[in-house]
C-alpha cells in the first residue's frame, strides 16, 4: 500500500490552499473532498473581502479555486473518511473497506452545523450509524433508513440496496433542484418527511418522523462531516472546534487543522491562510521525521 506524506480532509479554502502549499513543496498528498468542493462557498451570492477580488459571487470564487488546483494537477478523491486511526508513525484513513495511509493529516473538514435527531447520539452505535458502506454487511436482509444531508448519501444508499431486504431514503435537500433522485436506484423508497426522533429500547427501532413512522432495523445519518471528536479518536477539541496553536498543530502528533473546523470567524481568508500555515508545518514535521 503506498503512503502518502500528507492526507488533507476537506475540499474547501483551507483544504484547497494546503493542498497547493503541499504540491509546491513536492509533497505527495491526497485530498479527500466532495463533488461540490464547499457548499457554503457556493451558497453566497456575493464576496467583497477576499484580497484581491472584488465583487464576485461564492460560485466564481470557487470556480476560480478549481482552476487553480486543476492547473497544478491536483486532483480530489470523492470518498468520504469516516475514521482516522493514529497508528504511531503514520495515520490509517478509513473509507468505507477501503484504507489509505499517510505519514501526516490536515483536518479542513468545516464545522457541523446540523443538530442531531433527538435519540441520534443516545443509539450510535446500536441501530445508527454514520457510515452505510462500513456497516452494510450488519443490515443484511433487514429494512434500513438513510438520512441523507448531501447527494453523495444516494451512492451509500444505492450500495445498501444490495445488501438490504428494503431502503428508506429522507432527503434533507431539495432532490428535485440537485436531479438527485435519478442517481437511486428503483427500489430505494423516497420518503418526503422530517425526522424528529429515533426511538428503541437497547436498539434503534423506529425513526419517527412529523408526518409518519418507518420501522426499520438500522439508521444512518449521512452529513457533510462528523464530529471531529469522532473522526479521529483522541482528538482535543473545545466546543465543536478542534483546538490547534499557532502552527495548527492539534494535541496528536503529525495531525494539523485548518479552516472554519478550528474557530471563528468563519471567513474564506481565514480559511485559505490557516491551510497555507497548516500544510507548512506538516511540511517541516515530515523533513523532522526523515531527518531524524
Excluded at 509533497?27 to 472584488?54: E, H, M, Q, T, W
Amino acid at each position: 500500500m503506498d503512503r502518502y506524506d500528507i492526507a488533507i480532509i476537506g475540499s474547501g479554502p483551507a483544504a484547497l490552499s494546503a493542498a497547493i502549499n503541499a504540491k509546491i513543496r513536492n509533497k505527495n498528498i491526497i485530498i479527500f473532498g466532495a463533488r461540490n468542493l464547499s457548499n457554503k462557498l457556493i451558497k453566497a451570492p456575493k464576496v467583497d473581502n477576499y484580497l484581491g477580488i472584488k465583487d464576485v459571487s461564492g460560485t466564481e470564487l470557487m470556480e476560480a479555486f478549481k482552476d487553480h488546483i486543476d492547473n497544478m494537477g491536483i486532483e480530489i478523491t470523492y470518498k468520504r473518511i469516516n475514521n482516522i486511526y493514529a497508528m504511531g508513525d503514520y495515520f490509517a484513513l478509513m473509507s468505507g473497506q477501503e484504507m489509505y495511509e499517510a505519514t501526516s493529516i490536515i483536518l479542513a473538514t468545516g464545522v457541523e452545523f446540523t443538530k442531531p435527531i433527538k435519540g441520534e447520539e443516545e443509539f450510535l452505535g446500536k441501530g445508527v450509524g454514520y457510515c452505510a458502506t462500513c456497516d452494510a454487511p450488519l443490515y443484511r436482509d433487514k429494512k434500513v433508513a438513510v438520512i441523507g444531508y448531501n447527494t453523495d448519501a444516494e451512492e451509500e444508499a444505492n450500495y445498501l440496496s444490495e445488501i438490504a431486504s428494503k431502503v428508506y431514503y429522507i432527503p434533507m435537500y431539495n432532490m428535485e433542484k440537485t436531479k438527485g433522485a435519478g442517481h437511486l436506484v428503483d427500489n430505494i423508497d423516497i420518503i418526503k418527511d422530517k425526522p424528529v426522533e429515533v426511538l428503541g429500547n437497547e436498539h434503534a427501532e423506529i425513526l419517527k418522523m412529523k408526518e409518519s413512522e418507518l420501522e426499520v432495523d438500522g439508521i444512518f445519518v449521512l452529513k457533510d462531516s462528523v464530529s471531529p471528536g469522532e473522526l479521529v479518536p483522541g482528538l482535543e477539541t473545545e466546543g465543536p472546534h478542534i483546538k490547534v496553536d499557532r502552527e495548527m498543530k492539534t494535541n496528536i502528533k503529525g495531525c494539523f487543522a485548518a479552516g472554519d473546523c478550528v474557530g471563528k470567524p468563519y471567513q474564506y481568508m481565514k480559511s485559505a491562510g490557516e491551510g497555507q500555515v497548516a500544510a507548512l508545518n506538516a511540511v517541516s514535521y515530515l523533513d523532522q521525521m526523515k531527518n531524524s
